[in-house]
């Protein structure tokens, strides 16, 4: 499916990726770790998988969440699967800071204020790290 953004590219840095899935560290300026779970066949809905591709695809945004807890002690994690946009099955998983432009608000919602986090350099290293370390190497 040319037309999907997710089907033509990666749709971002790839940090691990088996040959169902792949994880993926987004640019967002203001949500310096923003990474997601994409399945990667085009499908839109977690019920349009199998049972154990949903088991698969839930281990993967837990290892995630648990990868990204590890490297950069977020306040909260933030968690989503959507599809309004891109029509492809995919996890939003977002480390929250209390600082953050738009915390408490949803990382699309209001700004609450101008300041920004820094990029956390290393980032992608240490999540390509523990990453392998929960889910196992994956391929390259």
């Known amino acids: 499916m040319s037309a999907c953004p997710l089907c033509a590219a990666d749709g971002g840095e790839v940090l691990w990726r088996d040959d169902r899935l792949r994880v993926i ?16 066949a085009h499908v839109a809905e ?24 590890d490297c950069v002690r977020p306040d909260k994690v ?13 996890w939003h998983v977002i480390a929250r ?12 919602g209001p700004r609450m204020r101008e300041s920004a986090r820094p990029p956390l ?13 929960l889910l196992g190497p994956g391929d390259r």
């Open 78 to 90: 933030n968690l989503a699967s959507f599809g309004n946009v891109v029509p492809h099955l995919h």
């Open 97 to 108: 800071w209390r600082d953050d432009p738009h915390f408490p608000n949803a990382v699309w």
């Open 121 to 133: 350099p290393g980032l992608a290293r240490d999540m390509r790290l523990r990453l392998a370390e």
């Open 25 to 40: 560290a987004i640019a967002d300026v203001d949500h310096p770790a923003f990474l997601r779970v994409v399945w990667q």
């Open 46 to 69: 977690m019920t349009d998988l199998d049972v154990a591709d949903r088991e698969h695809v839930m281990a993967a945004v837990w290892a995630t969440e648990s990868a990204l807890r």
